[in-house]
């Protein structure tokens, strides 16, 4: 039993079937967006509300979750089979077989794109504010930012070329509910302002009435594990191609 789970859990078909649909998962929230996976999509309109949302939870479930985890065994399976056979031959304790590492940082990188993927989608925060200055906007129980002014520089042309918003970053005290201020600086498009894995997006701006700033809140958890996938994708590439240099040299 334990080598059909293993033959099944390794083999090269479960992984091909599970990419063809995840890439096509990928390609219905791309273009149908997330709501594709909402209550609404996966519910019929009749349902109550608290029918809708189990019948979400299940499916996405069964849609997203379970597939993902399967893909994620299926390489860590794979892995751990192809390591224990370089520590058996030896292969990792010869001169320059470190080299032979590179497969294996791949796969590890597939494995923290999921994993940051899920994180992301699951756990992914996000709501924007509109602002004139002076007005707060309240982070989270602790945090605050004022809005001390806004401003849109021109071209000659008089085009719109950037819209900066001068924020104050304020700190509530948890004893006496009094603020202070902590960081200030300047967003704008390109430049978002970040507070630990907060990240303060300039998004819009607002012209009835009194010129406004639009604000945009996003913490992403998923963002460090695809930051250290890229990075162990990378460097699992350079192995490779240096190991098939040596190889052929």
Same mark, same amino acid.
């Given at each position: ?100 590492? %590179? ?6 990188? !597939?494995?923290? #794109? =999921? &994993? /940051? ?7 992914? $925060? ?95 958890? %998923? ?6 996938? !890229?990075?162990? #994708? =990378? &460097? /699992? ?7 098939? $240099?040596?190889?052929?040299?």
């Amino acid at each position: 039993m334990f080598r059909s789970l293993y033959a099944f859990f390794s083999s090269m078909r479960l992984a091909i079937v599970l990419i063809v649909y995840l890439i096509g998962l990928m390609l219905v929230v791309g273009i149908w967006g997330p709501g594709a996976l909402s209550p609404n999509a996966l519910a019929p309109r009749s349902a109550l509300g608290s029918v809708a949302g189990w019948i979400s939870i299940v499916g996405s479930l069964v849609l997203v979750v379970l597939p993902v985890m399967l893909f994620a065994l299926n390489l860590g399976v794979c892995a751990v089979s192809r390591i224990a056979k370089r520590l058996k031959s030896g292969s990792y304790f010869r001169r320059f077989g470190w080299l032979y590492t %590179g497969p294996d940082l791949v796969h590890i990188s !597939i494995l923290l #794109f =999921l &994993l /940051g993927g899920l994180l992301s989608h699951y756990g992914r $925060i996000d709501g924007e504010v509109r602002l004139q200055p002076g007005e707060i906007a309240a982070l989270n129980s602790a945090y605050m930012i004022r809005l001390e002014d806004f401003r849109i520089e021109q071209y000659k042309s008089g085009q719109a070329k950037q819209y900066i918003s001068s924020i104050q970053v304020l700190r509530r005290s948890s004893d006496d509910q009094q603020t202070e201020i902590i960081d200030q600086a300047d967003i704008t498009v390109n430049n978002p302002y970040s507070l630990g894995r907060l990240k303060i997006y300039q998004r819009s701006f607002y012209t009835t009435g009194e010129l406004a700033s639009g604000l945009q809140a996003v913490y992403d958890p %998923g963002y460090p594990a695809i930051m250290a996938g !890229i990075v162990f #994708f =990378l &460097l /699992g590439l350079c192995f490779i191609l240096a190991q098939k $240099i040596r190889t052929h040299a």
